[in-house]
């Protein structure tokens, strides 16, 4: 009996040399431990011997399944994880979307108006400020001098969460972050996104406006610094086009003003897109109002702001007709950025 159990371990070790697959591997366990398997015999001729040998044999048996048991787990996960491997790599599908000759994009059209509009504020020595998405009553309204049942309030159609909470409407709410938390003077820009329940041509639930601030003592910052600093930005973004201000109304600005500049389609001499009048209008600014500074707790200072949107910009540089063209990925027109 010892010669045979002698003999079986001979044969698991040639098994295990030749096993070169997880089906060879099967085919040596059926073999051994299977139910007409060399060691399941011998396990059933244990009946048949003496008392003392029977010990000595079924512990050596036990030892040699243990054995086999264990290098049969351990070889298992291994061709196991490598027939994983050969089957990802005989699988493997290049996702890539563009041919890899093609030109690299320069990026979103809507990202690369955003850089150049940021590009000239930081070079008057603007600084970029961001702020949260989700806002609350007071930085997004209150503060801004649109009290509750504050009628302009109707100009912005509103995202609402049932906390009382909303998604921001405009990043004004980050003028009045950074005055809270802020020494004068302060000179700086806000870009991000933002949020109206808005949708057609020209409008979509979530668009990107820069606007910025400049506020400093009283005296140091007039309508006249507001006027020439935007007549030289939208001559930097359009090129060599009149502009005009018109008196207009922002509840957080006082006086306001909407600015136009001479229309890009028809170089003003009236088209369909300017509505035949030679104008576009392009952005919104003025005075800050004194509602606004008692807000922050703020005392003889002045300063004024702007706000403008970027897909505006974007559609009217581009030549773009529908705003929504921006985000329907559609590769007909993102290409050609």
Not at 179 to 202: C, E, K, N, W
Request: proline share 3%.
């Amino acid at each position: 009996m010892l010669e045979r159990l002698q003999e079986i371990r001979k044969k698991i070790d040639s098994g295990f040399a030749d096993v070169g697959s997880l089906k060879d591997l099967e085919n040596l366990r059926v073999g051994i431990v299977g139910k007409k398997g060399a060691l399941s015999l011998l396990f059933a001729e244990l009946k048949n011997l003496a008392t003392e040998e029977k010990k000595e044999v079924a512990k050596e048996l036990n030892t040699i399944r243990e054995d086999f048991e264990s290098r049969l787990h351990t070889l298992k996960d291994k061709l196991q994880l490598t027939e994983l491997c050969e089957k990802l790599e005989s699988e493997y599908i290049d996702t890539s979307l563009f041919h890899r000759l093609k030109p690299k994009s320069l990026g979103h059209p809507i990202n690369q108006i955003l850089e150049k509009i940021i590009e000239y504020f930081v070079s008057l020595n603007f600084s970029i400020q961001t702020g949260p998405l989700v806002e609350d009553d007071f930085h997004n309204f209150e503060a801004l001098n649109l009290p509750k049942f504050h009628p302009a309030r109707d100009m912005q159609d509103t995202f609402y969460f049932k906390d009382s909470m909303l998604l921001r409407t405009h990043t004004s709410p980050v003028q009045i972050r950074t005055m809270q938390d802020s020494h004068l003077p302060i000179r700086i820009i806000a870009p991000g996104a933002v949020f109206r329940r808005d949708y057609d041509l020209t409008h979509s639930p979530m668009f990107h406006q820069v606007e910025g601030l400049v506020v400093d003592k009283t005296g140091k910052v007039s309508f006249a610094h507001l006027k020439y600093i935007l007549e030289d930005f939208l001559r930097y973004m359009f090129g060599d086009v009149k502009v005009r201000f018109r008196s207009s109304f922002f509840p957080f600005t006082e006086p306001s003003a909407e600015v136009d500049i001479s229309c890009v389609f028809c170089k003003g001499d009236g088209c369909r897109v300017c509505s035949h009048t030679g104008w576009l209008e392009v952005l919104g600014c003025g005075v800050v109002d004194e509602n606004v500074f008692k807000a922050v707790e703020y005392k003889d200072v002045s300063g004024y702001a702007f706000g403008l949107g970027v897909e505006r910009f974007a559609m009217l540089i581009h030549r773009v007709s529908d705003l929504r063209s921006f985000y329907e990925s559609d590769l007909r027109v993102l290409e050609q950025f």
